[in-house]
């Protein structure tokens, strides 16, 4: 079984249009903010095709804000992130690349439903 880190990690919140989307790990709430809105980044492709409540989400930075995850969200955030690296789904080194999507989502180019 792999090891967790036992190093302290920061879970953060993207809110997009009020509605809290995802919870990931960052170093600081800057790291975080830029993250969320890096036209490169990390979640710039997922967060521009997934949709909820029938709506498509919007990365803009108009309607986006990165908060400190409040703390069901980051117990959402640690326990997928436990269960994860117990099953094997995840490589415990790879803690910062570990979301957590807080809404229900559907990716629009998924044929299968």
Request: aromatic share 8%; charged share 25%.
């Amino acid at each position: 079984m792999s090891e967790l880190t036992t190093e302290p990690v920061s879970v953060f919140t993207v809110v997009v249009a009020g509605i809290p989307v995802c919870a990931f790990a960052a170093d600081t709430l800057a790291e975080a903010q830029a993250e969320a809105v890096d036209p490169n980044g990390p979640f710039a492709d997922s967060l521009q095709v997934l949709r909820w409540e029938g709506k498509p989400s919007s990365i803009a930075p108009a309607n986006t804000d990165v908060r400190g995850a409040t703390p069901d969200e980051e117990q959402l955030w640690r326990t997928s992130w436990e269960d994860a690296v117990a099953t094997g789904d995840a490589d415990p080194a790879a803690i910062d690349d570990w979301t957590v999507y807080l809404v229900d989502v559907k990716d629009p180019t998924d044929r299968g439903e």
